[in-house]
């Protein structure tokens, strides 16, 4: 099957693999990992996740080294912020060590995806959280379901390590201050659909949100979170509205690794024409950095990489955080698990 697939165009999609695990809890109690070959899924037609969005999901990826052992990265920090989604939105959460035990199942099982070393792909691991009972009032469900389904991917920018454009458009908020910013849900995800496909048929990568209260720093960057750099510093934003990012977490390691200093705090918009470098970061996104960003409301331009070529400390973070998940480099800080 992988040797049918042509890694030198392989964008982000989905793409069938042939097995997912799932679980269900029903009863009051989650049930036993199972496995499946069904793409569908079959519920209730008042299912909370179809009325109220009682929803929430995960992305990691795993990668295959030159050794030919498959790596995943930080699968237990996605688990700590997959117990958070569910916290927050009220769903049930897993029992201790079923999302792992689901990622390292689904991963083996599907072993013959993981894109070969030398392509640069690899594969990325969906795990989604759902209320599947039936509520009419607002409430939360008494039965969901867990599936990881998994599927080779290429870059989600499609030029891979390039520096593209972002935009600010002042008229959208991707999260509410004290809403589920800081969580995986999937009503996030539908607040932000209009403002990024105006963005990208305005031809931008991506939205860059700013605090929806005061409109006057910097949140994210669509599916991924923000960092500058100047000088010796890396600055990513505080906020009560971002995902706290397993990437970032990583990155900022590395960057400390490397000798920057790290800030994290509240970016003012003005910060951004004083940038030496900027990117988005995330698993999907890995680090894409940018060269200009517009904001469309305000008419200004900010011009950041001017010979749009990726800067120097972009590149060695990108380089280092992949070396890493390839198993090219030693893994001091303990981030991979090697699924035997
Ligand atoms: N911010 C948002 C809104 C995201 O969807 C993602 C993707 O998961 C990120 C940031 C990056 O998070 P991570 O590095 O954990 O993938
Ligand atoms: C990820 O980076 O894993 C994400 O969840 C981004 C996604 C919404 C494509």
Same mark, same amino acid.
């Given at each position: 099957?992988?040797?049918?697939? &042509?890694w030198?165009t392989? *964008?982000?999609g989905?793409r ?6 799932r679980?269900?809890?029903q009863?009051?109690a ?19 996740v179809l ?7 995960e992305?990691?990826k ?6 030919g ?5 930080r699968? @237990? ?5 997959m ?7 009220l769903?049930q959460p897993?029992? &201790?060590?079923l ?13 013959d995806?993981?894109?070969p070393?030398? +392509?640069g792909?690899?594969?990325y691991?969906r795990?989604?959280l759902?209320? +599947?009972?039936p509520?009419v ?20 920018f499609?030029?891979g ?16 201050p004290?809403g589920?910013g800081?969580v ?16 990208h ?5 991506a ?6 209260? !005061? ?9 991924a979170?923000?960092?500058?750099i100047?000088? @010796?510093?890396?600055v990513?934003?505080?906020?009560? !509205? ?22 994290i705090r509240p970016?003012?918009v003005?910060e951004l024409?004083y940038l ?5 970061? *995330?698993?999907?996104?890995?680090i ?5 960003i517009?904001?469309l409301? @305000? ?7 001017? &010979? ?5 400390v972009c ?7 992949r070396g890493i998940?390839?198993g090219?480099?030693?893994d001091?800080h303990n981030w ?5």
């Open positions: 099957m992988a040797q049918q697939i &042509d030198s392989l *964008g982000f989905y069938k693999a042939p097995y997912n695990v679980c269900t809890f009863n009051g989650w049930g036993e990992l199972r496995v499946s070959e069904s793409e569908e899924v079959t519920m209730h037609m008042a299912a909370t009325h109220y969005g009682q929803a929430g999901f992305g990691l795993a990668f295959r080294g030159k050794d052992k498959i790596r995943v990265f699968m @237990d920090e996605n688990a700590k912020r117990q958070n989604t569910c916290r927050t939105i769903m897993l029992p &201790d060590g999302f792992e035990e689901a990622i390292k199942k689904v991963v083996k099982l599907n072993e995806l993981v894109p070393y030398e +392509t792909c690899s594969m691991i795990p989604v759902f209320g +599947t009972g509520q009032g607002v409430n939360p469900a008494d039965q969901y379901e867990f599936i990881v389904f998994v599927m080779p991917v290429g870059p989600y499609k030029d390590f390039k520096a593209t454009p972002c935009c600010i458009m002042r008229g959208y908020d991707r999260a509410a004290l589920t800081r995986k849900v999937g009503g996030n995800y539908a607040a932000s659909l209009a403002s990024g496909v105006l963005a048929q305005k031809g931008y990568s939205v860059i949100y700013l605090d929806a209260r !005061s409109k006057k720093f910097i949140d994210e960057c669509g599916p979170n923000f960092f500058g100047k000088g @010796d510093r890396y990513t934003p505080e906020s009560e !509205s971002i995902l706290p990012s397993i990437t970032n977490m990583s990155i900022q390691q590395v960057a400390k690794d490397l000798g920057l200093k790290i800030e970016m003012p003005e024409a030496d470098e900027a990117a988005m970061c *995330g698993t999907a996104a890995v894409a950095p940018i060269n200009r517009d904001d409301d @305000d008419n200004k331009v900010y011009t950041i990489l001017p &010979d749009h070529k990726p800067g120097p590149t060695k973070l990108y380089e280092t955080l998940q390839y090219d480099i030693e001091t991979v698990t090697v699924i035997e």
